[in-house]
């Protein structure tokens, strides 16, 4: 158990050990509160490859707080476009109004400071602080919590806070005050290059292999204990693109709700078929000349998952609707892709509007 085992004694064997095994990451050429927290909120539920060009993009655009606090929705959520999890950028612009009116515009070098600004939870506070400012308090992750719940051999589940927050206050007395910063990326980059999330642990690589239980009796692959999350919600959708020669009618979402405020392909509950879906574009005042079934789909959100069919529907008079109905677009493609941020959850259609979503590879 964690709360038994000698926590201290890993220290020092993993600071020495990091110097010559840190990743070369954008993020870590100038380590600024504002760029660890950027970087921090763009790498959860994203891997660190994906990450590194919509970062560089980002920081380019958006080089500090102020810009961030003052970057029109469209704008923001298009340097966005591609990363998913659209929350986490609309936190990042309220957090950083909030740093302005409250804070001179810098981030507070105080954790509890942190924590009260919008999406930043107990990890990215002190990722922020132990980092940019050298505070030493812990940071704890998921890679965090996979290493400690395998070198103590800890069954306990990860899925709870409970244990995150236990977790937290056993590693708060341990950090090294002169190294807070480096003790905290060094445990980021054991759990993310050697104790591996996916497959087995480099156990011979490890600075941790002599004092690590999991390894010594190879019982690794059954921890850390997850607890069985609750079933997504599966839901069934029509997706329509519907074209005009080369521009295709977008219709923008809700300022509220999930994906607030992004444009999408005009979409239905359920699963239509040609003749329904012709039927509702009718519906819509619009002339349909073509219809032709697109390929399924299906995108997982964090408790819904999309499982969508397409219809691609060329019509005539889409000007006159785009004119007519409020939240409509018709927008060429080219001005799409530079202005208008759809959600990956449509990137499977993006191809007959011919747009590239996100970093082109």
């Known amino acids: 158990m964690l709360k038994d085992y000698p926590i201290k004694q890993l220290v020092q064997p993993l600071l020495d050990w990091y110097p010559s095994h840190a990743r070369v990451l954008p993020w870590r050429e100038d380590a600024s509160a504002y760029r660890v927290w950027v970087s921090e909120i763009m790498l959860q539920q994203t891997r660190v490859e994906a990450v590194k060009p919509y970062f560089e993009r980002f920081i380019e655009a958006l080089p500090d707080i102020a810009s961030l606090a003052e970057c029109p929705q469209d704008r923001l959520l298009k340097l966005w476009e591609g990363l998913g999890y659209y929350n986490r950028v609309r936190n990042m612009q309220a957090a950083a109004v909030t740093v302005m009116k409250d804070h001179g515009g810098k981030l507070p070098a105080d954790y509890e400071a942190l924590l009260k600004l919008k999406g930043i939870g107990h990890y990215t506070a002190g990722a922020i602080a132990s980092i940019a400012y050298g505070i030493p308090v812990p940071a704890v992750d998921g890679n965090v919590l996979r290493i400690l719940m395998r070198v103590s051999e800890d069954s306990a589940d990860i899925m709870k806070q409970s244990v995150k927050t236990e977790t937290e206050q056993l590693l708060a007395p341990v950090i090294p005050k002169e190294q807070a910063g480096m003790f905290t990326q060094a445990m980021m980059e054991l759990g993310a290059t050697v104790c591996v999330p996916n497959g087995e642990p480099k156990c011979t690589e490890c600075p941790w292999q002599p004092y690590c239980l999991a390894c010594r009796h190879q019982t690794y692959t059954g921890l850390p204990h997850k607890g069985k999350p609750k079933p997504r919600k599966i839901e069934q959708k029509t997706v329509l693109v519907i074209r005009d020669g080369e521009k295709v009618l977008l219709h923008r979402r809700p300022q509220h709700g999930l994906l607030a405020g992004m444009y999408e392909f005009p979409n239905l509950e359920g699963h239509l078929s040609r003749e329904e879906a012709t039927r509702y574009v009718e519906q819509m005042e619009l002339v349909p000349l073509k219809i032709e079934p697109l390929e399924e789909a299906k995108h997982i959100f964090s408790h819904i998952e999309w499982r969508m ?20 677009v018709f927008a060429e493609a080219e001005v799409s892709e530079e202005k208008y941020a759809i ?14 979503l996100g970093i082109r590879k």
């Open 343 to 356: 959600p990956s959850a449509f990137a499977r259609y993006t191809k007959y509007m011919n747009i590239h």
């Open 309 to 328: 069919i397409g219809y691609m529907i060329r019509v005539a008079q889409l000007e006159d609707l785009a004119a007519a109905k409020t939240g409509y």
